[in-house]
């Protein structure tokens, strides 16, 4: 223990370091006579103890009054940057061409990386829903904490809530669905449907363009098949037909009447140009946990909000969990936002995605250091040239100001061309998630180029150049301008100093460590893509074999067995087809992909046909939703196109051969 | 209003400084204001107020003569200037006028 008749040194020093000069004698004469004072009453470890804690606070304090000064000094009257400052600046850049292309080239990837993964992050995390008051639209889901995921077989409790929940409007769901529509030559494509209630349009609130959109008496077992249409498909399958409400169009083996048409670029609920109503017979009983996998959603009541939506939802889980089974107890009812409606059930972002998102930016930080100190290096060879502006009566604060307008300049070139990067990555990206949704994202994802992601760019510009020219200029206007002054014309040259020193050793050092686990990584990810999957893959076609049920959503589970013979039947059918066809030397069928590796994807046109000589095609998934899968695997693996799917009829699979 | 205003930590430094009538320094003005108003106030925020203001001209400082008890560093003096003065009045000017009229029981929600 310590019994010093003086406070700890280290904190001492620390106060020393931080508080400013003209101060520092009278506070720690205060100090020490507080120190004092305490360690006759109460002891020298109490005394240190309460010691550190006041260097601390006196540390943080006046850091903080540090910083807000130097952003007042620099941003104050009269040292706004000019039109002027920035000529200079340009000027500067032109005169260190090769410090300039490498720092702008380095901050312009910073720039790059950080605004697309902004615009990415927002795009997931934090989309609006492009409806009128979309941010009401809720998704109900209920959560398995057993096995931290969606428990998707809703309709039970789907029931329950239309009847009993106040708080949320329009409660309805929907499922995805595959149908071959057929057309009048008998060619099939298939179409991917939102199975809906009804309410799911009243919850949308858009009106349809032509006719009508589903009613409630559409989902009675017996009424006739009705479908609307998007403005997508109405344009371009039935060439914007004028008379389109009433004519039919068969999907799988039902003829439906198109009693409406959306608006352009509705797509509601997710990614849809194709609606039928999801039918329920009344008359089945659904025992919880059983049924579709289904979507539920809604629209906040007036004066509702998710809390008090969630308080209600709990209080009907909980009737539902007493009266139901055991092993469904568990679950829990929410509410999430409806953009979420794919999510983890539990809404909102997680951790490690909070936390990749700030180390992105981070990276600029990075990058921008990495800058600042091949700046700083240029810097201080301009001292000579700050200390005469400063005997000429240039505040600090205005050299400072000079300083950052250079940087301005360099970190404003390079946000340009990291947006323009950014916007190039982003194309990408959106090629890449339509491929992921079956070649349409979600309706609310929109991953371009946003107003906000432009001011997010111009931000980190502003970040970039304090880093890169204000902390040099700074360091430089300190103490050591008062040994350059002292200097003038004396030849005497200006040195590096000991933290941009040890910055720069850091530097070296992260970089050597960071090599060679970063060229291992970029070995395997190459050595993945460059794997050869061992068989000619430019003899082989494959493609995904898919069966509509046509049945109710609500039928009995062994209503299905006859949609399972029909498959088998139909299976058979075509493989024995495909086998006809001339060129084709086998067909099979598999489970799974017999590889797994990487395909190059390939454009087909509409009839199927590719737009270029095919080596390769991509599909995202093998899907056989039926029987018949005892057939050896392997034997035949056909080049997949994810146009000719459940191409039955149609000559284009064999076409690619 | 004058050229600068006062916040109210600020004005609570100029009064326990009055208060202190001469023998203001930064622990006695900290001491004041603790007993005073019954809050806890953190020292180096004294300081700083203390350095804005004789910025801003409304207080002086002068350093008395070095002492052992104090590790040989002398006391930081201040006294309100005149402009600090004529800041004080106008700043209670301003709270009167619109405390005119107001009954404090009136401040309570219906």
Partial sequence: MSNSRTPPRIARAILNRVIPEELRDSIDGDLFELYEARRGAAGAGAAARWYRRESLSFALRFTANRIGRAAGSLFGRGNAPSGLDLALGARMLARSPGLTIVGAFGMAVGVAIATGAYAIFNSYMYPKVPLPEGERLVALAKWDPRTQNDDEKVLHDLLVWRRELRSVNDVSAFRTVGRNLVSETGAGELVSIAEMTASGFRAARVAPLRGRALLDSDERPGAQPVVVIGHDVWQARFGGDSDIIGREIRLGRISHTIVGVMPQGYAFPVNHSYWIPLRFDPATTIEPGTGPILFAFGRLAPGATRESAQAELDVIAGRIAAAGPPDRAHLQSRVVAYTDIFGDGGGGESKAWRMLRYMIALLLVVVAMNVAVLVYARTIMRTGEIAVRTALGATRGRIVTQFFAEAFVLSGIAAAAGLGLASLALRWFDTVLAIEFDGRPPFWMDTGLSPGTVVYAFALAVLAAVIVGVLPALRATGTQLRSAIGSLGSGTKARLGRTWTALIVVQVAVAVAILPPALRLGWELMSHGLQKPGFAQGEYVMASFLVANDEDAAAPANANSDAKERARTTMNALLARLAAEPGVAGVSVARAEPWGGFFDPIEVDREGQPRKQVRVVWSTRISLMSTTCESSPGEVLRRRTPQSRNAIGRSSLIALS | ?110
Avoid: C, N
């Fill in chain 2, 1 to 110: 209003m004058g050229q600068h205003s006062l916040g109210e930590f600020e004005q609570l430094v100029l009064l326990a400084i009055a208060q202190l009538r001469g023998t203001a320094y930064a622990i006695p003005i900290v001491g004041e204001i603790e007993r005073r108003t019954g809050r806890s106030v953190a020292r180096a925020a004294v300081y700083i107020t203390l350095r804005r203001l004789e910025e801003k001209g409304f207080v002086s400082t002068w350093l008395s003569e070095p002492t052992p008890e104090r590790g040989g560093k002398g006391r930081r003096y201040v006294k309100i200037a005149p402009a600090g003065a004529d800041a004080l009045r106008e700043a209670r000017h301003a709270a009167e006028q619109m405390w005119r009229g107001l009954d404090p029981a009136s401040l309570l929600p219906r």
